[in-house]
């Protein structure tokens, strides 16, 4: 499988309780999306890396969201003291980001379904 | 501030040609795709259109008019995998992807 991966696909929290949503990307692409997906809605941006360097994380809804990418493959997206408001998909995305706009076409996960409870 | 609109659902027969619009205002533009996504999977790449014109892919083709900052989806000779939403895109001038709610496209036999 050479595509996204990220685990885990469904994940049922407690409100108060701390998440961590990873994402594999495709190897060697050097940028990395995540999104969070509500019902219905298109994926609304939350934070872009190149490489190991976090370059915008202004979707980020407030400081309870953090996201890392330490070696510029894996990224984990941690969110503390989960809120019902932050059930949604996160969708993880890659591309090759080699600055050439079709070959960065981003390459979607399946997405980890986060409930809150 | 910057905007994508799309129809939230539409409904076509099988077989048949059906026609999803988006219209799009953004800070700067630097294309336009298009992406489908089936319930509870990833959106999948389905094309990029930065020049005016049509660009046909198969049983697909993607239009886009720049000046009127518009674009449609084609989708012919429908089938019942087609079923799906299409989720258009616009790349603003920051390189980053301003997406639509998403138009859901139901196919009946």
């Known amino acids: 499988g050479a595509g996204v991966s990220q685990s885990p696909r469904y994940k049922v929290a407690k409100r108060g309780q701390d998440v961590a949503l990873r994402c594999d990307p495709i190897?060697?692409?050097?940028?990395l999306f995540w999104y969070q997906q509500a019902l219905g809605q298109g994926p609304e941006f939350l934070t872009y890396?190149?490489?190991?360097?976090?370059?915008?994380k202004s979707g980020l809804p407030s400081d309870r969201f953090f996201a890392e990418r330490p070696e510029g493959s894996v990224s984990t997206l941690k969110i503390q003291r989960t809120q019902q408001e932050d059930s949604a998909v996160y969708l993880c995305?890659?591309?090759?980001?080699?600055?050439?706009?079709?070959?960065?076409?981003?390459?979607f996960g399946p997405g980890t379904r986060l409930t809150v409870l | 501030g910057q905007n994508i609109d799309q129809p939230t659902e539409m409904t076509a027969t099988e077989g048949a040609i059906v026609q999803i619009n988006c219209t799009y205002q953004?800070?700067?533009?630097?294309?336009l795709f298009w992406y489908q996504q089936h319930a509870g999977e990833a959106p999948t790449f389905l094309s990029y259109?930065?020049l005016d014109g049509l660009e046909e892919k198969g049983r697909f083709s993607s239009f886009l008019s720049r000046s009127k900052g518009y674009s449609y989806l084609l989708l012919k000779e429908l089938q019942m995998k087609d079923s799906a939403s299409y989720l258009c895109?616009?790349?603003?001038?920051?390189?980053?992807?301003?997406w639509g709610a998403g138009t859901k496209l139901i196919i009946k036999p």
């Open positions: 890396f190149q490489n190991e360097a976090q370059l915008d």
């Open positions: 995305a890659s591309s090759l980001g080699d600055g050439q706009i079709l070959t960065d076409t981003q390459y």
């Open positions: 953004t800070s700067g533009f630097n294309g």
């Open positions: 259109n930065v």
């Open positions: 895109a616009a790349l603003d001038s920051n390189y980053q992807l301003i």
């Open positions: 190897s060697g692409h050097v940028s």
